[in-house]
């Protein structure tokens, strides 16, 4: 069954616009993602600056920090996709954390006190933290344990709402058990649709990449190595527009239902959602005002207040006065 509900058909011309695959190799850098391993040592900052210096970009930025000695996923995008990143903050991190336990601690105990640990939990972020410290709720989803050893060490996967700080959450179980605890080690598996199994790659696999890119003319390496920032979106509902919406919106419109095609069934009122075209290009992001049932239902309503857009003016025709 389509998770997509239908407004109405319509078909795209291929004269303007192109699918992210068939952008220019300039065009595909400019809207175009890294998944970085980043290795133990350097900041994320550090990773962003590197990255920029290596393609010659004007602009990078990453999709959630990690700490120096943290490895593992890093979405790194550059110029016009770091706009697209804020996406990411509404789709799940998963880690695979080493927690050590100060005392030796029953096995049934540490499986218990997990248990405990996950769905909702409440968290004041460390002292060295980006955002105010206050009580916050954070969703656990899922932990799934995968040894504990010498009653002490224990090796466990958390898949969790964007925001939660590990590292807190192993002092906070330390503390729920009475012996006190520390984050070991810590890998981020998966951020958002990036995951590590995921086209993930290294500092060094980027600037070969760019080499053979510049130097010997061949984008092939590269092209594999960037994901569109269209990537983004793959956990994000979305509605899908007419070519004859495209610029009015590019131009700062908000969306009108009368110019869409298709929306997510599951929509509802002040969701985020991306406005994609019909060749599959992230036109902008934006809050939906209606559920998808009233945008299906009502041809006269403004439908999303747009947030950001990610498509240039008369990039496709110019269809409204």
């Known amino acids: ?27 595909y850098i400019n809207k175009g993602i ?11 900052h550090e990773i962003d600056k590197w990255v920029k210096d290596i393609m010659n970009v004007s602009k990078t930025g990453h999709g959630g920090t990690l700490d120096p000695n943290v490895t593992g996923v890093l979405p790194v995008a550059m110029n016009t996709a770091t706009k697209a990143l804020p ?33 909702k939990i409440y968290q004041i972020p460390p002292v060295k933290s980006a955002v105010k410290r206050e009580l916050r709720v954070r969703q656990i989803y899922q932990i799934k344990l995968l040894e504990i050893r010498d009653n002490q060490d224990v090796l466990f996967r958390i898949k969790c709402q964007s925001g939660t700080y590990i590292r807190k959450y192993c002092h906070d179980i330390g503390e729920a058990l009475g012996c006190g605890a520390h984050m070991a080690e810590l890998r981020r598996t998966l ?8 086209n993930i790659t290294t500092l060094q ?10 130097d010997d003319d061949d984008e092939r390496l590269l092209r594999q190595l960037i994901q569109p920032l269209e990537y983004t979106t793959c956990n994000v509902k979305k509605i899908y527009v007419k070519d004859s919406a495209v610029d009015a919106i590019a131009h700062g419109a908000n969306l009108a239902n009368s110019g869409i095609v298709k929306v ?8 985020t959602v991306a406005l994609m075209t019909l060749k599959d290009e992230l036109l902008a992001t934006g809050t939906s ?26 990039t496709y025709p110019m269809m409204w006065k």
Do not use: W
């Open 34 to 44: 890294f998944n970085v391993d980043k290795p133990a040592g350097p900041t994320s």
């Open 87 to 119: 996406l990411l903050l509404l789709s799940p991190k998963e880690y695979v954390c080493l927690m050590r336990l100060h005392q030796k601690v029953d096995e049934e105990d540490i499986i218990n006190i997990l248990d405990e640990f996950t769905g």
């Open 191 to 198: 951020a958002g649709s990036f995951t590590e199994e995921d």
């Open 289 to 314: 005002l209606y559920s998808a049932n009233e945008i299906i239902s009502n041809d006269t309503k403004i439908s999303v207040n747009i947030q950001k857009v990610f498509i240039e003016p008369k």
């Open 1 to 27: 069954m389509s998770e997509y509900e239908y407004k109405c058909e319509a078909q795209s011309d291929y004269d303007y616009g192109c699918n992210p695959e068939d952008r220019s190799i300039e065009d």
């Open 264 to 271: 997510n069934k599951n929509i509802n009122e002040n969701n």
């Open 205 to 214: 696999d980027i600037k070969d990449a760019y080499v053979f890119y510049k």
